[in-house]
């Protein structure tokens, strides 16, 4: 059998080229998806885990992420903080590793609450701001609207989708009247699920400490 039909990913040999070509195996499937989205996050994250939990310093190669035995579990990671916009993916990964979070439950939504928790109240006022502002002018885009009306057209459920992700901060969600009006209004249930992702008795108190940066806030979104 001629060695020219062995596939080059599996070793795999076949009678025909065509049954070669229509061969697909775990490792060519892999090495095809190098380019796909979650899976350069899961390899970028994968190297970063490398560093920050294991202490390695030269940077793998994708072979050997597509070798590893965690390529699995940072692929999945990768779809998951694309498929829920997660905010920050690097600082994400971090948060996950500098609490020693069992792989298995980096992909729940319960943990992903507890890192955005703590990573809003580390954000400053400015960054929260840059960030809102971004996601405004973007929905303002494609609504032949300007981003300040936001709050006022955009709709609860859309807020509310962009509160839970993270997406808007607690900096902007409590300092901001226009944001309070819109709570407000919501259901409960929603309430209930953005309270699982902001401590709310943490920035009600830092808000009264900051009143400067709250009348910031007002200003820029007005």
Known sequence: MSNSNKCEYCGK????????????CEPKRRALQKNDKNVVIGYTAFNQWYRLAMGHKKEKTYAEFSKSK??????????????????????????LVDNQVKDWSWTKDSTYDKYLADYSKKETVDRALERFVKLAEGWASTHNAHFSEYFDKAGVHIIYNDIRVGNISPWILFGSDKAQAVLDEMPGEYITGIADTIDIVFWRRKLKLYPNDVAFINTVLQ
Do not use: C, D, Q
């Open 70 to 95: 965690y390529y699995t579990m940072f692929v999945r990671w990768g779809t998951y903080v694309l498929e829920i916009r997660a905010t920050n993916p690097e600082a994400y990964l971090r948060w």
């Open 13 to 24: 040999t076949f009678k025909r080229e065509s049954s070669m070509f229509a061969h697909t």
